[in-house]
């Protein structure tokens, strides 16, 4: 086994690398591998009778990118834009299997740590309005719940804010 891979397989043991983040008063977090890029906040471009949860526009490597407050969505309270807000982007696979930019607005955006797999549990409390909140795990900090970017639209809003997902819904 090579240097590489030993230490490869010695930090997977330690847990996958998750950004740390706020909503109200408790931590979540998002895996890294889904996440394409963390900004400070940006100026958006409104859209117009959008869902008061959805923030706007900006553009990210030349494209235009959909922005969801999680703050908003979760709790009808929208982030405040703090030094720690940050604008995180993720990928977002459509039902299509396409991979699509989305940013999120996240609050106290500023840690990552290393949560172990096997000792996230199964979420208890499993309500239909909000797919998108995953696992939990206990941390020396107190509890963490994951969240599933897969799970964040609704068809109507992924219609809204992922090109072609119409087109994904007729064919899905």
Same mark, same amino acid.
């Given at each position: 086994?090579?240097?590489? &891979?030993?230490?490869?397989?010695? #930090?997977?043991?330690?847990?996958?690398?998750?950004?740390?983040?706020?909503?109200?008063?408790?931590?979540?977090?998002?895996?890294?591998?889904?996440?394409?890029?963390?900004?400070?906040?940006?100026?958006?471009? &409104?859209?117009?009778?959008?869902? =008061?949860?959805? =923030?706007?526009? @900006?553009? @990210?490597?030349?494209?235009?990118?959909?922005?969801?407050?999680? &703050?908003?969505?979760?709790?009808?309270?929208?982030?405040?834009?703090?030094? =720690?807000?940050?604008?995180?982007?993720?990928?977002?696979?459509?039902?299509?299997?396409?991979?699509?930019?989305?940013?999120?607005? #996240?609050?106290?955006?500023?840690?990552?740590?290393?949560?172990?797999?096997?000792? @996230?549990?199964?979420?208890?409390?499993?309500?239909?309005?909000?797919?998108?909140?995953?696992?939990?795990?206990?941390?020396?900090?107190?509890?963490?719940?994951?969240? &599933?970017?897969?799970?964040?639209?609704?068809?109507?809003?992924?219609? #809204?804010?992922?090109?072609?997902?119409?087109?994904?819904?007729?064919?899905?």
């Amino acid at each position: 086994m090579s240097l590489r &891979s030993h230490h490869q397989q010695s #930090l997977r043991q330690r847990g996958e690398l998750h950004l740390l983040f706020s909503l109200g008063k408790d931590r979540y977090a998002l895996d890294v591998h889904a996440i394409s890029a963390v900004l400070p906040l940006q100026r958006l471009k &409104s859209i117009p009778d959008a869902p =008061s949860w959805v =923030s706007g526009l @900006f553009v @990210f490597r030349g494209e235009p990118v959909p922005v969801i407050d999680l &703050s908003q969505l979760a709790f009808a309270t929208p982030a405040q834009a703090r030094a =720690s807000t940050r604008l995180v982007v993720v990928k977002y696979l459509t039902a299509n299997a396409a991979t699509v930019q989305l940013g999120l607005i #996240l609050e106290q955006a500023t840690d990552t740590q290393r949560l172990l797999d096997e000792a @996230f549990s199964p979420n208890p409390l499993q309500n239909p309005a909000t797919p998108y909140l995953g696992m939990v795990q206990q941390t020396a900090q107190g509890m963490v719940q994951r969240i &599933s970017v897969e799970q964040l639209l609704t068809d109507e809003v992924r219609a #809204l804010l992922v090109h072609g997902a119409v087109d994904d819904a007729a064919h899905g």
